[in-house]
C-alpha cells in the first residue's frame, strides 16, 4: 500500500512541475573586434522576421555598429527599426551590456570599469537613441564585486550572474535561489538573478553549465529546490547560425517561454528577492585558460596605459583651472576608447588567436600604443602651460601631484651639462632644502607636492662644498651599502638588509628598524627571501636562482639610494635584478629580467603536451609548480587581502593549490 501512495505522490508531483513555466534567455553576444561577420545582423533580423516569438539579448561591442551601417546598411537600418521599442513588456532587443570593449571588469582599474559603461552607452546611443539600459549581463564571467554600485549609477535596475555556456574564462559561484540581494562592498543592493545553487557544471564539461538550456534535468532541479520560475540562459557567439536556441526538434522543458532579462525580472519572476548576498571578490571564480605565459605582459601594458590615462586627464584638469588651457577632448577620447578595447575578454584569454602577427596580444600592443602616445601629448602640453620661464643659470623643477592626497617622496633629475659638481636645490620659498655633490649629473631630494596641485623647486650651481662623511653617521640621517664576510649589508633609515651573492643575491635577513628590528625572513623555512623557483619540468623538475652563485655590484651607495644589481641564473637561464632601497621609503623597488634559453617549460607536467577539456584536473589551477618569486614571512597569524576595483576582499580560501577532484577555480584579483 505504502508503495501505491508513493508512486501516486510522485505523479502528482510531476504532473504539477509540468504545468508551471520556465523561461529562456536568448541573443549575441560578441562584435566586430571578435566574431562578428559582415551582414550577420541581416541574419538576425531575418530570424526575427521568421519568429515572432523569440526576444534576444544583446552584448555587442558598440564599435560593431559602425561597421554593420557602413557595410549591412539594410540589415542595420530593419535591426534599428526593431530595436526602437523598449517598453520592457513589448520589446523584443535588450541591450544588456554596452561595455566598450567587453571587459572581464575584474582585471582592471575602478576608473576602467566605469568607462567601459560610459564611452558604451554612449556609442550605443549614437546608433540606438531610444537604448534603455535596466539590467546587466554577459556570456563572460564579466564580473567584480563593486558592479553594483556602478551599474546604479548609470540606472541599472537588475543583474544576472550566469554565464552558462562559455566557462573557459570562469564563472560566478552557484548560490540562492530564483532572486537575490547583489551586495556591493559599499552596502550598495542590486536585484540578481544568480547562478542557482543547484546550477553544476554539466557531467564531462569544464565549460558549460546544467543551466545553458531549458533541459529537462535543469528545469526539473530548479522546480525541486523551489525556484518557482527558473530561466536558461545562453548569449550565442555571433556568427551562429542556429537562430533560435529552443527550435523544433532542440528538446527540452515545456512550456518555455522567451524573455529578455528585464521582462524576465519584472512580470515573470517572484520580482521581490528572498534572500540577500554579500558578495566577495572571490565569489567571481575565474581561470584564464590559454596562453598564460603573456598574460603578465598584457596586465602590464594595460596597467602602465590605465595609469598614465588618468594622471594626463588630471594634469589636463590643473592645466585647465589654473591656465585656463584648452580640453584634449579628443586624445584623451581616442586614448580611453583604444585603451577599453586592450581590456577585452580575448585579449586575455585567447591572446594568440586569430593568427599570426594579428594576435589579440599585437593588438593590446596596437590599442595600449595610441593611449600612451597621446596621454605623452597630453602630459607635456598641460605641464608646459603650467611651468613659467625662470632665470637661464636657475634649473625650475615642477613636481605635480595627481593624487588627491600630499605626497613627500624622492625625485631624481638629470643635471645639464656644464654645471660644475656642486648644486643647492631650494624651495619655492627659496629655503634651501639640500647641497649636494653631482654624482653622474642626477640629483636625489625629497619632494612635498600638495594634492591635485604642484610645487615648484629651484637647482642652481653652488660654491665647493665639504663633502659629508655620511658612512659615519649612519642609521639616521643617510642610506649606505657595506660589503661584510662576502656578504652585502644595505642600511636605510627604515631597514637593515643582507643578501647573499652565495646563494644567489637572495635576501638573508630584512629587519624593520621602526618596528622593533622585526626580523620579517622566516629563516626556519628552506626557501630563501626573494628567490626564483619553478617546476622545469623539460630539464629536471624544481630549480632555484639560490642554487647557484651570483654576482652583486653597486650601481647607487647614498646618501639618499642604494641600488644593487644582481647577475645570477635559474637552470641556466641568467637573470638581472635591480634592488632599489631609498631612504624614508617603505617601499623596496625590484625589477628583473630574465634571458631564456629556448622554450622553457616551467610549472605541471599533466597534460603539458595534449589538452583535455573534460579532465577537472588542470594544471594551471595549481601554481606550486609555476615560476614563482618567493617571500616566506615570519609573521604569525597572516592574512591574504586581495584587492579588486573599488574593493579590499579578506581572502577566505585555505589555499589557492587547485587539483584533482576540485572543481572550484582560482580567484584571480
Not at 560593431?64 to 520592457?88: C, P, R, S, V
Not at 559561484?173 to 540578481?192: K, M, Q, S
Request: aromatic residues 12%; hydrophobic residues 35%.
Amino acid at each position: 500500500m505504502s508503495n501505491i501512495l508513493l508512486a501516486f505522490s510522485l505523479l502528482i508531483t510531476n504532473t504539477a512541475i509540468a504545468q508551471q513555466k520556465a523561461y529562456m534567455i536568448d541573443g549575441y553576444h560578441g562584435g566586430f573586434w571578435g566574431h562578428y561577420p559582415t551582414n550577420y545582423t541581416s541574419f538576425i533580423v531575418d530570424q526575427m522576421k521568421a519568429h515572432p516569438d523569440w526576444k534576444i539579448n544583446i552584448e555587442i561591442e558598440p564599435e560593431t555598429w559602425d561597421m554593420a551601417k557602413a557595410k549591412d546598411e539594410k540589415g542595420y537600418n530593419e535591426f534599428k527599426a526593431l530595436f526602437a521599442d523598449q517598453h520592457i513588456a513589448s520589446r523584443r532587443i535588450e541591450y544588456v551590456s554596452p561595455a566598450y570593449g567587453q571587459a572581464y571588469m575584474y582585471n582592471v582599474s575602478g576608473e576602467s570599469v566605469i568607462r567601459q559603461f560610459s564611452y558604451g552607452i554612449e556609442a550605443v546611443k549614437q546608433h540606438f537613441p531610444t537604448a534603455v539600459f535596466t539590467t546587466y549581463s554577459s556570456e563572460e564571467p564579466c564580473y567584480t564585486s563593486a558592479l553594483p554600485q556602478i551599474l546604479k549609477s548609470f540606472g541599472y535596475k537588475y543583474a544576472a550572474l550566469k554565464n552558462p555556456n562559455t566557462l573557459w574564462g570562469g564563472y560566478v559561484r552557484a548560490y540562492g535561489g530564483e532572486l537575490v540581494n547583489w551586495i556591493g562592498p559599499d552596502g550598495t543592493a542590486l536585484v540578481t538573478v544568480p547562478r542557482y545553487g543547484i546550477e553544476a557544471l554539466k557531467p564531462n564539461s569544464t565549460w558549460e553549465t546544467i543551466g545553458h538550456s531549458n533541459n529537462q534535468p535543469f528545469i526539473n532541479a530548479a522546480f525541486n529546490a523551489g525556484i518557482k520560475n527558473p530561466v536558461a540562459m545562453t548569449l550565442q557567439d555571433a556568427g551562429w547560425k542556429g537562430g533560435p536556441l529552443m527550435g523544433d526538434g532542440k528538446g527540452g522543458y515545456q512550456p518555455t517561454e522567451y524573455r529578455t532579462w528585464t521582462d524576465y525580472v519584472d512580470n515573470s519572476s517572484i520580482k521581490t528577492p528572498t534572500e540577500s548576498w554579500k558578495f566577495s571578490q572571490e565569489d567571481v571564480q575565474t581561470s584564464l585558460v590559454w596562453g598564460s605565459q603573456i598574460l603578465q605582459r598584457i596586465a602590464r601594458q594595460v596597467r602602465v596605459s590605465e595609469n598614465n590615462l588618468v594622471m594626463a586627464e588630471k594634469l589636463a584638469a590643473m592645466a585647465r583651472v589654473y591656465k585656463n588651457a584648452p580640453w584634449p577632448k579628443a586624445a584623451l577620447d581616442q586614448g580611453w576608447t583604444r585603451l577599453l578595447l586592450s581590456q577585452h575578454h580575448d585579449c586575455w584569454i585567447v591572446p594568440y588567436n586569430i593568427g599570426q602577427g594579428n594576435t589579440w596580444a599585437d593588438k593590446v600592443v596596437t590599442w595600449t600604443g595610441i593611449t600612451n602616445k597621446n596621454t605623452d601629448s597630453v602630459v607635456v602640453a598641460s605641464t608646459a602651460a603650467m611651468i613659467g620661464i625662470g632665470k637661464s643659470d636657475v634649473l625650475h623643477i615642477k613636481v605635480f601631484n595627481t593624487l588627491s592626497i600630499k605626497r613627500s617622496e624622492m625625485v631624481t633629475v638629470d643635471i645639464p651639462k656644464g654645471w660644475g659638481s656642486y648644486v643647492k636645490i631650494s624651495d619655492q620659498n627659496n629655503h634651501a632644502i639640500s647641497n649636494q655633490i653631482l654624482k653622474n649629473r642626477k640629483i636625489v631630494f625629497k619632494a612635498e607636492a600638495p594634492a591635485l596641485g604642484y610645487i615648484t623647486y629651484s637647482v642652481k650651481p653652488n660654491a665647493p662644498v665639504r663633502p659629508i662623511a655620511y658612512k659615519s653617521v649612519m642609521p639616521y640621517g643617510f642610506a649606505r651599502v657595506s660589503k661584510i664576510a662576502h656578504k652585502y649589508k644595505v642600511e636605510t633609515d627604515l631597514y637593515t638588509v643582507i643578501i647573499d651573492p652565495a646563494k644567489g643575491g637572495t635576501i638573508e635577513s630584512l629587519i624593520a628598524r621602526k618596528l622593533g628590528n622585526k626580523e620579517f625572513v622566516d629563516k626556519t623555512d628552506d626557501r630563501r627571501f626573494n628567490e626564483l623557483r619553478g617546476n622545469f619540468f623539460k630539464d629536471g623538475g624544481f630549480k632555484s636562482s639560490a642554487d647557484n652563485a651570483a654576482e652583486v655590484t653597486i650601481l647607487e651607495e647614498g646618501p639618499v639610494q642604494i641600488k644593487l644589481q644582481v647577475k645570477g641564473s635559474i637552470s641556466n637561464n641568467p637573470f638581472t635584478q635591480i634592488l632599489t632601497f631609498t631612504q624614508g621609503q617603505k617601499r623596496i623597488d625590484v625589477s628583473l629580467k630574465i634571458d631564456w634559453t629556448g622554450n622553457q617549460g616551467i610549472g605541471n607536467d599533466y597534460q603539458q603536451n595534449k589538452y583535455d577539456a573534460i579532465s577537472l584536473r588542470k594544471a594551471f589551477y595549481d601554481d606550486r609548480d609555476k615560476l614563482l618569486t618567493l617571500f616566506p614571512l615570519n609573521l604569525k597569524g597572516q592574512k591574504v587581502y586581495k584587492n579588486a576595483p573599488f574593493d579590499v576582499t579578506e581572502s577566505k580560501l585555505q589555499n589557492t593549490f587547485l587539483t584533482v577532484g576540485i572543481v572550484s577555480k582560482i580567484t584571480w584579483c
